[in-house]
């Protein structure tokens, strides 16, 4: 892929179209096949080939199979990306001198004024417009000031807004965007968090 002139990343979203997100055993399955599990009596000799251990090892694919591919593939590389490939990449990627120019550099200002306010108001006003239209529907624990939280923390834009700055801006500006993504990643990540810790995660709809 690299070597054709093809952004390797595109390989990822080609996997993760590919990866199936629909379960394949449903609950009414699971539970059906849990009941013949408990089911059987006790024994004491060998169940090497019995029923008992046929129906849990059916009993065990089905647990697995009540979650979606994509679902356990999220699961199990949730650690790795979190806290090894995500830092790394942002080690890599981020690198820029800082200097008192760039913090006024029309970009800059551009690049956050996008993700701090751009982000939580498209996110507030089409949900709103959404649901004016009957197109949605807003579940009554969530409350407009969780849903703001929420758009807050939207404005962390790294890892897609790092791989279009590196696509879009030569190396003049290139700085200069990568200081905005970065100051608006802190800032909306700092507004959000201090915003939802001062919810409560159930409270009633406002």
Do not use: C
């Not at 059916?58 to 650690?79: C, K, N």
């Amino acid at each position: 892929m690299d070597e054709s002139g093809i952004h390797a990343t595109i390989t990822g979203v080609i996997l993760g179209l590919m990866t199936p997100a629909r379960r394949w055993v449903s609950d009414e399955q699971l539970y059906a096949i849990l009941s013949q599990v408990v089911a059987h009596p006790a024994r004491f000799e060998s169940s090497a080939n019995t029923r008992d251990r046929q129906t849990l090892q059916v009993a065990e694919i089905a647990a697995r199979e009540t979650l979606s591919p994509i679902e356990r593939l999220e699961i199990g590389l949730h650690p790795w990306v979190g806290f090894v490939i995500m830092p790394l990449f942002a080690f890599a990627n981020t690198g820029f001198p800082l200097t008192s120019t760039d913090l006024g550099h029309s970009v800059t200002v551009a690049i956050f004024s996008g993700f701090v306010l751009g982000k939580p108001v498209g996110i507030l006003l089409f949900s709103w417009v959404a649901i004016r239209l009957h197109i949605a529907i807003r579940p009554p624990e969530l409350s407009w000031r969780l849903l703001a939280g929420g758009s807050l923390l939207a404005g962390i834009g790294f890892t897609m807004a790092l791989f279009i700055a590196n696509m879009a801006f030569g190396e003049s500006l290139i700085d200069s965007a990568k200081l905005g993504i970065f100051l608006a990643s802190i800032f909306s990540a700092v507004m959000g968090l201090a915003l939802l810790m001062r919810l409560p995660i159930s409270g009633s709809a406002r």
